[in-house]
Each structure stands twice: as C-alpha cells, then as structure tokens.
C-alpha cells in the first residue's frame, strides 16, 4: 500500500522544481501517493491569513507529513512568513539538515580533498523567534530569548536519535553559555542530561564562535551538532557554504505528529518561469523524506543516482563548469532518471534498512502542556523593575531609596546590564532605560503584591517600561547579576 503525503507546489519556482522531483521519484518507483494542499502567496493574496485554506490545514495535520516548495511571503501586508508559521503551529520542533561534500559541486574543501558530511539539527519554535519584542523608550528595543526545558529536551533528544540512526559516534552542542547563563545554560544541562541515556554516543560542547572558528577550519571534526534555534540558523547556513551554497541544502522540520521536508532556498523570484532553476536542494529534502518514511532503499538508489550525475559534470547554471552548457531543470531531472541504477565513484550510499520512524496520527483532544518538576520549591526575593529616565544614576537612586520599605532595600541600577549604582564607571555610557533593583531584607516575607506595589510606587515619579521578578528555585538564584555587581 503507497504512503500518502501531502504536497504543496510553492511559489516562484516551486512548481517548476516539484515536478522534476516528483517525476524522479515516480521513475525510481516510490511507493508514495500525493494530495495536493493550497498553500502560498496566491492564498494569501486570496484573504487567507495564514495563507493556506482550511482544507490544506486539515489535509496536513490528518495526513501528518506535508512535502513542499518555497513560498513567498507577501511583505509590507503585516501577515506572518507562512514558513516559519507552519513550523510554530505545528511543532516542528527539530530543524535537521544534512550537508555532504558533492561531486561536481566544487569548493574551497573539495578542492582541498576535505570531504564534509555533517549534520545540523536546530530547534525551531522557541529563542528569539518567539518574536516578542517591544519598544519599551523611543531609543530602547528589547526582545525576549525564551529557551524552556521541555522545548530543549525535545530537540536534543532528537538529535541523539537521529546520530544513533545514523551511527554517528558523536554529538556536539554548540552554545553561548558563558554569557547567557540561564537561557543557553538550560540548553547545555538539558544536553548532558539527556546524554546519560546514550552512553554509545560521545557527547561534548563548544562554545558558538569557537564552533564557526572550527567549522571552516577542520569541519572533519563534527559528525552532528545540536544548536538552539538563531545560533543553529547561522550555523546551518554556514554549513550551506561549506558544501556550495543553499542550492545544495536540504531540510526536514520534525515534530511528534507533523514534519515538513522543504528546500532551504526560496522562491527565485529572478529565474520563476523560465525552467532553470536546480531541483538538488528540493531532490536532496526529498531523499531526507524518503528515509524518514522508511524508503530507504529508493532514498540510496536516487542519492547515487543524484551523485553519479553530479559526477558526470550535469548542471544547471547555478553551479559546475561554466565552460559546459548548462543543463535545465526538466533535463536535470531527466539525466538523473537515465541514471537510476548508477553508482557514483566517490561517496556511494549504502540504504539503512532501519532508519523509519513511524508518525503518530493521533489526534489529542487538548493541547499538550509539559511541565518537568512540578515539586520545585520557588521564593520571591526582589524585583526589577525597568524604567525610562533621562536621570544620573544617583539622581535616580535618590528616587528609589525613597521607594525603600520595612521590607525591600534597593540594591543596585543597571544600565544596558552595566551596574552604574552604587558603584560604576563615569565612563559608562547610558541610555534612557534604567534597571532598579529591590531585594527583600533579611527574614521578610514578600508576596507578588509587595513586588508589584514597588513598581506602582515608582510609577509616581517614573515611566515604568516593565517589571520582572527575582525569584530562587529550589534555593537558587533564577537571575543573573549585572556586569560589574
Ligand atoms: P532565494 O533563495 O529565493 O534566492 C536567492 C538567490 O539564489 C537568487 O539569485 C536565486 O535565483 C538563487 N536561487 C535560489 N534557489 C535556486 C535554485 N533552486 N536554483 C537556482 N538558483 C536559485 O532568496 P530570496 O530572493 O531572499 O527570497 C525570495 C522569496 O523566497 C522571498 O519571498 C522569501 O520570503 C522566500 N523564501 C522562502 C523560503 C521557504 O519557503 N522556506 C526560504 C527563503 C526565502
């Protein structure tokens, strides 16, 4: 019995890609069926705002795996990126892309004789793409980098997997823990908790910068990486470089009940309609699918198809020889179907007959909300609270410590995360955005309404932009110190 998935065609030269890739699939005799979803600019040019139909919704979440090409999002209409959108929704909370050294695709590396083979695998729903962002003073903009256990554990977890899947010995975590300490520290614990449960594979971390240092310097060293959502943005995309840009990027987002395997590229507004665009990238997320679904031996049988082409010196005039005549998608397509059943001559691949996994199409009745220790024990001990000023520091200070009660003292003023009082530099430079910060007295006992009271307090005299609580868990800290505290 065939698979049915779903597939939405995409923009620009979406359509144009997708037909290739399908008829390549159809010749190497994949065993999948298709139903065609609504989705992209059209729709939402049709009053969709989310710029698919509600038939398209309901086929992809019954069908639980949508294929698709690149989308445009209309800009200046307000309406979110459909792409980043379906990945939100429905939780796709792994972003995983393979990147591998190509015959005939030359580089820096392949002219090196470094083979690269490596795979990112970044989170994708949480960090700063949450997008919560607000302009607190008309010179102050500040966003909100939310990273959670369970959104950590998810990815991670999945990362593992997939490096036993594919028996790699190793798995790194890139981070910045050595400045975000709670955020991307959350990351990095939650990373070697995990790793307890895969002895067979050598977990370790690297510092984000070291990693890009690294990563164009000996690439060799990484078999698979595990990154928060913009750190793993920049990297993937670094990675595309290695392998010869985006056209050679695949890219699956998996969650627990919807994956979506698209290009990394977009439209190509410049060459939509004219039959020139390269379908690798869409062929190569095409093949991640395929594997995914447990096809793996038509997922080898195209991949060595795909390579021996490569290898031939085929194609399109993105890429290869420029003293060769270009190839265009259709006979892109048709020269790797004439060449099903060939084997390249460097870097063949074997199908793993293990590497399925099955979808879960259930449906939940409620939202799924995950809280991992519900026992922690949490005390309120302070407040900051954030404020436009154009005051000194001590000035500002003078106001605050009339705010003092039996139960807070005022501790310390920040300044873009820079203590300023009571102690600093006079060559610190300033915005008018302050912090104040109150810590509870010895012994008090303090309630969210005491918290909240200082900040009305201060509304009296200030504009307060916005408040957030210092609270312990389980006797420790849950906030960082300023710079210089
Ligand atoms: P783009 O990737 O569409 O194009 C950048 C350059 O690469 C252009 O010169 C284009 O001709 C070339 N290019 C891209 N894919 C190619 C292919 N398969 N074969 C040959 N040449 C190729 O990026 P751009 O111009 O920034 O974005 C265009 C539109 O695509 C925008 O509306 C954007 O929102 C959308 N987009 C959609 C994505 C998705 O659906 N996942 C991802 C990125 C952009």
């Known amino acids: 019995m065939k698979t049915k998935i779903a597939v939405a065609k995409g923009d620009g030269i979406g359509p144009e890609i997708m037909a290739s890739v399908l008829r390549i699939f159809e010749a190497a005799n994949v065993q999948l069926d298709y139903e065609y979803v609504e989705m992209g600019k059209s729709y939402f040019d049709a009053g969709h705002s989310t710029g698919m139909t509600a038939a398209a919704k309901e086929t992809i979440e019954r069908l639980g795996l949508l294929f698709k090409g690149p989308m445009e999002t209309p800009k200046g209409k307000g309406v979110k990126s459909i792409n980043v959108t379906a990945r939100k929704v429905w939780n796709t909370y792994a972003n995983q892309r393979d990147f591998r050294s190509l015959n005939g695709v030359d580089t820096v590396f392949s002219k090196a004789g470094i083979p690269i083979n490596l ?4 989170e994708n729903i949480e960090d700063t793409y949450g997008g919560i962002e607000h302009l607190l003073t008309n010179d102050v903009a500040v966003g909100r980098r939310m990273i959670t256990r369970p959104g950590s554990a998810q990815v991670i977890r999945y990362a593992f997997e997939m490096a036993r899947r594919k028996g790699y010995a190793k798995l790194a975590c890139g981070h910045k823990a050595n400045i975000m300490k709670l955020t991307d520290g959350m990351f990095l614990e939650t990373f070697y908790e995990i790793a307890k449960e895969y002895p067979d594979i050598e977990a370790s971390d690297i510092i984000v910068d070291d990693l890009c240092m690294k990563l164009v310097s000996r690439p060799e060293l990484f078999q698979a990486i595990v990154l928060t959502n913009l750190q793993g943005d920049i990297v993937s995309d670094l990675c595309a470089g290695l392998v010869g840009g985006l056209g050679f990027a695949p890219s699956a987002n998996i969650g627990d009940n919807i ?9 190509a507004p410049d060459i939509a309609g004219r039959g020139i665009a390269n379908p690798t990238a869409l062929l190569l997320s ?3 699918m395929l594997r995914y679904l447990g096809f793996s031996t038509a997922a080898a049988d195209i991949e060595n198809a795909l390579l021996y082409t490569l290898e031939q010196g085929v194609h399109t005039g993105d890429f290869g020889d ?4 270009a190839a265009n998608t259709e006979s892109f397509a048709d020269a790797v179907i004439a060449n099903l059943g060939q084997v390249p001559a460097k870097g063949a691949v074997v199908a793993q007959p293990d590497a399925a996994i099955t979808i879960n199409h259930d449906k939940p009745s409620i939202n799924k909300l995950t809280i991992t220790s519900p026992n922690t024990t949490q005390e309120m001990v302070g407040v900051d609270v954030f404020v436009e000023s154009g005051k000194q520091p001590q000035e500002l200070a003078e106001i605050a410590k009339g705010k003092e009660t039996d139960l807070f003292k005022l501790v310390m003023i920040s300044n873009r995360g820079t203590q300023v009082w009571p102690t600093g530099s006079i060559f610190t430079e300033l915005v008018n955005e302050y912090r104040i910060r109150f810590e509870k007295k010895d012994g008090a006992e303090v309630t969210q309404k005491d918290l909240l009271n200082i900040a009305a307090e201060l509304s009296d005299d200030l504009k307060v932009c916005s408040v957030e609580f210092l609270m312990k868990f389980d006797g ?4 960082t110190l300023a710079q210089g505290q």
Request: proline letters at 0%.
């Open 322 to 325: 420029k003293s060769t005549a």
């Open 476 to 479: 420790k800290i849950g906030y």
């Open 259 to 267: 994956s979506i395997f698209e290009a990394v590229h977009g439209t």
């Open 119 to 122: 795979t990112i695998v970044r």
């Open 286 to 288: 095409g093949i991640l």
